[in-house]
């Protein structure tokens, strides 16, 4: 079995595109860090999610957003201008869990649809005489 599972920072925004077949594909990197202090290293994901999922994930995919991906792992290899052999982690996206950005905000669009609702916890006012 073939599963990733990786928490991180994501590093550029999400980009959606369509193939010539036409199917949608959005691409967007997470910076995985590892280790501590001295030791610490950065691999950099490459992800992609195919379909109209990554379409409608696509704007709460920002830089610097906090996200959890699971997913298939690949490595590709690759040759650069200047002849030498790269590798890249990929990640074919299962699954995407939103944990936060770097100054907490929330798109627009969803902050505007959330309200506050009131809740009753059958204590009526009990919790505005505590003095704490």
Known sequence: MNNINVTGN???D???RIT???KSVTSFSVAVKSGWGKNESTTWMNCSIWGDRG???AEYLTKGALVGVSGEFSARE???KEGETKTSCEVN???VTLLGGKDNTQPQQKSQNQ???PTSDGFGDFNDDIPF
């Open 10 to 12: 994501i590093g550029r």
């Open 14 to 16: 999400a980009e959606t």
């Open 20 to 22: 010539p077949a036409g």
């Open 55 to 57: 379409v409608k994930l």
């Open 78 to 80: 690759w040759t650069n």
């Open 93 to 95: 996206v299962n699954d």
């Open 115 to 117: 309200t506050a609702q």
